[in-house]
Every structure is written in C-alpha cells, then in structure tokens.
C-alpha cells in the first residue's frame, strides 16, 4: 500500500479523543508545518507523510494518531480557513444593512487579504478537488454555508427563496472563482478595480441600480 492512501486504522491509532492542550498544540503544529511547506514550493501531491510529520516535529506513527491520513489533513485545513473566510464575509452577512455597499466592499477586501495570505493552501485545496471527488465533495459543503448565508441576507431584502438560493449560488462561486484566478493568473487583475467590479456586481443583484 502506498504511503498516502486511505488506511484501515485501529480506535487506538487514530481517534478523536477530548480536546486537550497537547492536541490542540500538535495538531495546530502539523496544520502550520503543512502550509509552510506548501508556501515553499512543494505540491500537495508530493508531500508525503514521513515529510510534513518531520517538519511538524513529531514522527510518522504520531501523526496517524491525530489525523487519518493526508486528505484528512487538506480538509482539516480547508475547514480552518473558511472559517477565517466567513469571519469576513459576516461582516455583510449580518450587517446593519445602514449601508450595505460598504459592509460588502470591507468583507471583499478583508477576504481578498485572506486569500492573499493563505493563497498556497487554497491553491492546493482547489486544485486537489479537481482530481479527488472526496476533497471536492468536502469543500462544496464549506463553500454551500457561504451560499445559506448570502441567501438568507438576499431574501431579507425581498427576493423570494428559490430566487435567493440561486442567486447567492452563483455569487458566492463567482467570489470564490474569481479570487482563485487571481492567484494562479500569470498577471492578476488590479485587486481595487476587482473588488470594486465585484461590489457592482452585488449591489445591482441584491440592491438594484443607485437611485
């Protein structure tokens, strides 16, 4: 059996356990040794386990203690970024509503320097979900409470449900497309001129045209 593929393991390997200070310290040392290797030019696929558990400073078996293997790992981190994602985007989320152009503007530009900061591990989480059904079924379901939560605020303004699903769907994957591209384009879009595009975009869907 190659290294990274998926493993039968024992309760005793690999369990969940109560969270403790240990756990939370080695599992947070595994999550900050894998995105420092990615942000030094490894790929996801050739990062083996012996690698990033060397980097983490603990060994192979300790690692298989705490996380199931390799994809268990990318959706351990996909789950912590969006959560820093949707920290952001709550901004408009559950905003006010006083002046709505400017709560959607501040959580584009906060989420753009999220992207910006963490662009190898979505580069990885992305491009993993291409080729394994598992990872994109995994971030589908992160990206689709991003989607409730855009739907909830449309409907607030008067669209009807089925109306606001379909509409926060395809802003919601329109946000996360575009700010991919930008990290993977050779020449990015100036990023004022992207989120100011971006903000239009909302406001004449959700809002209607500027009286």
């Known amino acids: 059996m190659a290294e990274d593929e998926p493993r039968t393991v024992s309760p005793v390997a690999h369990r969940e356990g109560p969270a403790t200070a240990k756990r939370a310290q080695v599992q947070a040392a595994v999550l900050k040794a894998t995105e420092e290797l990615l942000a030094g030019g490894a790929s996801y696929a050739e990062l083996n386990v012996e690698r990033i ?9 300790a690692f298989y203690f705490y996380f199931r293997d390799k994809r268990d790992l990318l959706m351990r981190l996909a789950g912590d970024v969006t959560e820093l994602l949707y920290a952001q985007a709550d901004i408009w989320f559950s905003g006010e509503g006083d002046d709505p152009e400017r709560e959607i503007r501040e959580a584009l530009t906060r989420i753009a320097e999220l992207y910006r900061e963490h662009g190898v591990l979505i580069r990885a989480i992305v491009e993993v979900s291409t080729y394994e059904e598992d990872i994109a079924t995994f ?5 689709a409470r991003f989607v409730d939560a855009t739907a909830r605020r449309i409907e607030e303004e008067g669209q ?3 109306t606001a699903h379909a509409t ?3 802003l919601t994957w329109m946000v996360e497309r575009t700010y991919y591209q930008q990290l993977v384009q050779d020449v990015p879009v100036a990023e004022d001129a992207l989120i100011d595009a971006i903000v239009g975009i909302y406001r004449g869907t959700v809002y209607g045209p500027r009286p």
Do not use: E, H, V
């Open 53 to 61: 558990a060397t980097a983490a400073g603990i060994s192979r078996t």
């Open 168 to 170: 926060a769907f395809a």
């Open 160 to 162: 009807a449900p089925d």
């Open 139 to 143: 971030w589908r379901g992160l990206l």
